[in-house]
């Protein structure tokens, strides 16, 4: 069961790399972007992040993103994830968003982009009428253990999702990834096998990975 975003360094899951904090694991895909709640000399920062971007392991850009309740002024948040979604686009990886109350934000930000890459936001669990939104201009959507609790929006949205967009993580929380996949076969009435098939698959497109 791939695990599509945890901060954990284990097998079948995408390792996201904090610049600024971690380094280049030894093995296994990774992302690699400027969190929001880590801002420190973000134009160093950056600088680092353009060099490990071009490690063949680097599947995408980010977690990057918004966040209207913590990090930096918000601002200088959407500068710095404009300069991102550009990065993205120059290396052209897909790129895994952060986003906290700052849904239409990132919307205009995506509808003024011109962008050509998947965009996936990441640990979602907003309503039905920003997921449809959302859904309607093109994004991704990685769901978490919000799938745990059954009145949570990501419950709610989650058969809303084109099917082919959809991603499962841990987020590094107090859950495992084989809870939530259980968790999102029984809300989706799909067997547990197929929805890990599916999401395998999704990944090799998402990624054009082949092996
Ligand atoms: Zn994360």
Avoid at 60 to 84: M, P, S, T
């Amino acid at each position: 069961m791939l695990d599509f975003h945890t901060h954990d360094l284990k097998p079948n899951s995408v390792f996201n790399l904090i610049i600024g904090k971690d380094q280049v694991p030894e093995s296994g895909y990774f992302t690699a972007g400027i969190h929001p709640w880590f801002f420190e000399n973000i134009e160093q920062q950056f600088a680092e992040l353009k060099q490990i971007s071009q490690h063949k392991k680097c599947i995408a850009i980010g977690e990057c993103g918004l966040d209207k309740l913590k990090g930096a002024d918000i601002k200088i948040q959407i500068e710095v994830f404009k300069n991102h979604l550009q990065l993205a686009e120059t290396m052209s990886k897909p790129l895994i968003i952060h986003c906290v109350k700052a849904h239409n934000d990132l919307l205009e930000i995506k509808k003024k982009s011109g962008s050509t890459m998947p965009w996936v936001v990441h640990g979602f669990n907003q309503n039905p009428t920003i997921a449809l939104r959302l859904i309607d201009h093109g994004f991704y959507f990685s769901l978490g253990k919000s799938l745990l609790h059954t009145e949570s929006n990501s419950c709610k949205v989650l058969n809303q999702i084109p099917p082919e967009r959809l991603f499962l993580e841990t987020d590094s929380a107090d859950v495992t990834i084989e809870e939530v996949y259980k968790a999102a076969s029984e809300r989706l009435q799909l067997p547990l096998q197929q929805l890990v098939a599916n999401l395998q698959d999704n990944f090799r497109i998402l990624f054009k990975i082949n092996d």
